[in-house]
T-cell receptor, first 113, second 118 residues
């Protein structure tokens, strides 16, 4: 079952603008990861943030995690047309016996050139 | 980084036939592999978890007799969709994890297989 929801479901912005996507989850987690998926393609791992971290940066990506609110956000700064894709958050549970990831519903980002 | 491949990337078959999808870890030993299914414009849903040398653990609602999973070696897992029907048409994605992934669920994803059942 899906862990949680992402919003917005779809986002359309102009090149150069920032894009913010939010993810909420339901259970306690060990870590939260963000993935990108181009249409009809596999997943590309973007960034992982552990439950004891609050913010992480990687290039134009900034991820925040608020475990008290069970939410995370992904910010893409200075967006480019090539950033057009679906973005998913995925959570890793506390149970090390269950290492599968639980994915959010995803945000479809369209960056207009 | 670790590479996971899937074969075939795309398959079209007639209703009633069986289709085998392979997932290979190319440069590491995958003690655990996961199979996900993704319908158009939807998220990934976990189907099953397979550990090398043991039976797969299926998620609730996934028919184990229909989706046969074999993880016979540390680098290969196969998913066989038996007696496929049009409703099985989907994007199937595998991921692989080695033993070092225990602490933080690190997984490496394959490129996916698009199955279309006519």
């Amino acid at each position: 079952s899906q862990q949680g929801e992402e919003d917005p479901q779809a986002l359309s912005i102009q090149e150069g603008e920032n894009a913010t996507m939010n993810c909420s989850y339901k259970t306690s987690i060990n870590n939260l990861q963000w993935y990108r998926q181009n249409s009809g393609r596999g997943l590309v791992h973007l960034i992982l943030i552990r439950s004891n971290e609050r913010e992480k940066h990687s290039g134009r990506l900034r991820v925040t995690l608020d475990t008290s609110k069970k939410s995370s956000s992904l910010l893409i700064t200075a967006s480019r047309a090539a950033d057009t894709a679906s973005y998913f958050c995925a959570t890793g549970g506390m149970d090390t016996g269950r290492r599968a990831l639980t994915f959010g519903s995803g945000t479809r980002l369209q960056v207009q050139p | 980084g670790a590479v996971v491949s899937q074969h075939p990337s795309r398959v079209i078959c007639k209703s009633g036939t069986s289709v085998k999808i392979e997932c290979r870890s190319l440069d590491f030993q995958a003690t655990t592999m996961f199979w996900y299914r993704q319908f158009p414009k939807q998220s990934l849903m976990l189907m099953a978890t397979s550990n090398e040398g043991s039976k797969a653990t299926y998620e609730q609602g996934v028919e184990k007799d229909k989706f046969l999973i074999n993880h016979a070696s540390l680098t290969l897992s196969t998913l066989t969709v038996t007696s496929a029907h049009p409703e099985d048409s989907s994007f199937y994605i595998c991921s692989a994890s080695d033993s070092s992934g225990i602490s933080y669920n690190e997984q490496f994803f394959g490129p996916g297989t698009r199955l279309t059942v006519l």
